[in-house]
């Protein structure tokens, strides 16, 4: 009875399908991060003077703020952002051009 109802909680909120799409997401960050250090980056080295932006700080006192490593996991959330939103955009017009 306990099995029952714990395959019938699985498949109703489907779990198997969130476990997955963790999995994916962990290794699409991999995948981002990748792209950006290896690809983005090297681009727009000769402007920021190398990897030396991320080690920027920002000193007052005995405080200190380490913009630069904020800043470089920034530009790898936006551009995760922007690959998931273009690949869903993607997903969702061709579930969309099914339906019709």
Do not use: C, H
Not at 9 to 33: D, H, P, R
Not at 49 to 78: H, T
């Amino acid at each position: 009875m306990i099995l029952k109802d714990y395959i019938k909680f699985l498949k109703e909120y489907k779990i198997i399908s969130l476990a997955l799409a963790f999995i994916m997401g962990a290794a699409s960050t991999s995948l981002v991060n990748s792209l950006v250090k290896d690809i983005i980056m090297p681009l727009f080295s000769p402007v920021l003077n190398g990897d030396l932006w991320k080690e920027a700080v920002l000193s007052m006192g005995s405080i200190q703020i380490r913009y630069g490593a904020f800043l470089a996991e920034l530009f790898n959330f936006i551009i995760l952002g922007l690959v998931v939103f273009f690949i869903a955009k993607k997903i969702l017009k061709e579930e969309k051009i099914k339906k019709k």
